[in-house]
């Protein structure tokens, strides 16, 4: 392949990841099936890669990606592949179906775009599928990744991803899921897994569960893009402006977050000045936009409420603990979780002091949800710490490292239990 050809192939791909989700949007709403939507859109990518290197990228590439997808699906209407099950399942007539179907898809191809994205949306977080299945579905379909850099991004062998997929797709198709926004009392359980899944991908890339790096900014921008996407076509839904709002002011603290060579650098040792505060003005006025519609109270706008108490902070010691205390109350509330309470416990040390922290966490030792959550030994060993118990520290923090999948996170927290033993540490540092 000359260099030329490359750059191409290079800038079809690129102009493919961003025009794919509205492809099969578009495509989905026709043939009713994701699973066949996303052939018909790789089809047209094949095209592309075939014709564009000859002919130069086209003035608008997005449009003639869709009419190549469109006149594909047209033939396979007219070789009657799908047809023939719907005449078997419905009893029309063939050919009359197979025309009016024709005609279908030949004029509402070109019809608006956002509905159909709005639809996919919900399609690729169906609550039918696995939570795994959801998130990878979601960042194919609609993130435009390949399923290698899925499986990269998720440290999951790529046959295993790549089956994962796969059995998505089966299992909304063979359930006939219908490609639609729901509508009257299945909206807020539907809005709810689509929310879950955009925040878990955000959360993988902010804080990676396991594996090496600390961080996988590329997720957390996916999962942005996916929340802003969903902000426009949902404008009147106040917990997406929330999720949006609690993810802008969080991935503000990106570059502060990791130190020079990737080790992880805590909330309250972050030089703020490294905070984006584009991102941060961003997360408010999402947030405001929840409040004016009401949704002051839901999980996800409490979360950024939280988030924009720390963002409003220009130190460490002007940040307003007692109303994060507050606002953790009121979420546990709503949503009542022993890592709720956790980082209940974390905010009340602050406010009134690390004894007053102490006394919930230990209620939390014996909580058998939290057996194996490293972060449980981590905030007892910060607590300990505090209060100058320093070789308690050291075993929970020991533990904690003991507990975690991730090494940069492991070898923080080892630091952590050596700087106990040392006596230039003091207990509060």
């Known amino acids: 392949m000359t260099a030329p050809e490359s750059?191409?192939?290079?800038?079809?791909?690129?102009v493919f990841r961003i025009e794919s989700p509205r492809l099969i949007a578009g495509l989905a709403r026709i043939v009713r099936d994701v699973g066949v939507a996303e052939e018909l859109a790789q089809e047209a990518l094949i095209s592309?890669?075939?014709r564009w290197p000859e002919t130069g990228v086209p003035d608008n590439p997005g449009a003639w990606l869709m009419a190549t997808a469109k006149n594909r699906a047209i033939d396979e209407l007219r070789r009657g592949k799908r047809l023939e099950r719907k005449h078997e399942e419905?009893?029309?007539?063939?050919?009359?179906?197979?025309?009016?179907?024709?005609?279908?898809?030949?004029?509402?191809?070109?019809?608006?775009i956002g509905d159909d994205l709005l639809r996919l949306i919900f399609t690729s977080c169906h609550p039918?599928?696995?939570?795994?299945?959801?998130?990878?579905?979601?960042?194919?379909l609609l993130g435009g990744l390949t399923t290698a850099e899925i499986a990269r991004a998720f440290l999951v062998p790529e046959p295993t991803l790549a089956q994962r997929i796969v059995r998505a797709k089966r299992t909304l198709s063979e359930a006939r899921v219908p490609f639609e926004v729901p509508r009257g009392p299945e909206l807020a359980p539907r809005l709810a897994s689509v929310l879950e899944v955009i925040y878990l991908i955000f959360n993988e890339g902010y804080a990676a569960t396991a594996g090496d790096d600390w961080m996988r900014p590329g997720l957390c921008e996916d999962a942005l893009r996916l929340g802003r996407i969903l902000a426009e076509l949902a404008p009147r839904e106040s917990e997406v402006h929330g999720l949006v709002a609690l993810m802008e002011i969080q991935a503000s603290r990106a570059?502060?977050?990791?130190?020079?060579?990737?080790?992880?650098?805590?909330?309250?040792?972050?030089?703020?000045?490294?905070?984006?505060?584009v991102l941060i003005r961003r997360g408010l006025a999402a947030l405001d936009r929840a409040a004016a519609l009401g949704g002051t109270?839901?999980?996800?706008?409490?979360?950024?409420?939280?988030?924009?108490?720390?963002?409003?902070?220009?130190?460490?010691?002007?940040?307003?603990?007692?109303?994060?205390v507050g606002l953790y109350g009121a979420l546990a509330e709503l949503t009542p979780s022993p890592i709720i309470e956790l980082n209940r416990a974390v905010a009340l040390a602050m406010h009134m002091g690390p004894a007053a922290g102490l006394a919930i966490v230990d209620e939390l030792r014996d909580e058998p949800a939290l057996a194996r959550y490293h972060l449980l030994p981590s905030v007892r060993g910060d607590l300990l710490m505090k209060l100058g118990r320093r070789e308690e520290a050291r075993a929970e923090f020991e533990r904690a490292a003991s507990l975690t999948q991730n090494a940069r996170e492991r070898a923080l927290l080892l630091d952590r239990a050596a700087a106990c033993a040392r006596k230039d540490v003091k207990p509060d540092a």
């Open 7 to 14: 750059d191409t192939n290079r800038a079809i791909e690129a």
């Open 128 to 140: 039918l599928l696995a939570t795994e299945a959801r998130v990878a579905l979601t960042l194919r």
């Open 90 to 112: 419905l009893g029309r007539d063939l050919d009359d179906e197979r025309d009016d179907a024709v005609t279908h898809v030949e004029n509402a191809i070109d019809d608006d």
């Open 297 to 324: 109270r839901g999980p996800y706008a409490l979360q950024a409420a939280l988030a924009a108490c720390h963002a409003r902070a220009r130190t460490p010691e002007e940040t307003d603990w007692a109303r994060i």
């Open 255 to 277: 570059h502060a977050r990791r130190g020079p060579t990737g080790e992880p650098i805590l909330l309250l040792d972050q030089d703020r000045a490294r905070w984006d505060h």
């Open 48 to 50: 592309a890669l075939e």
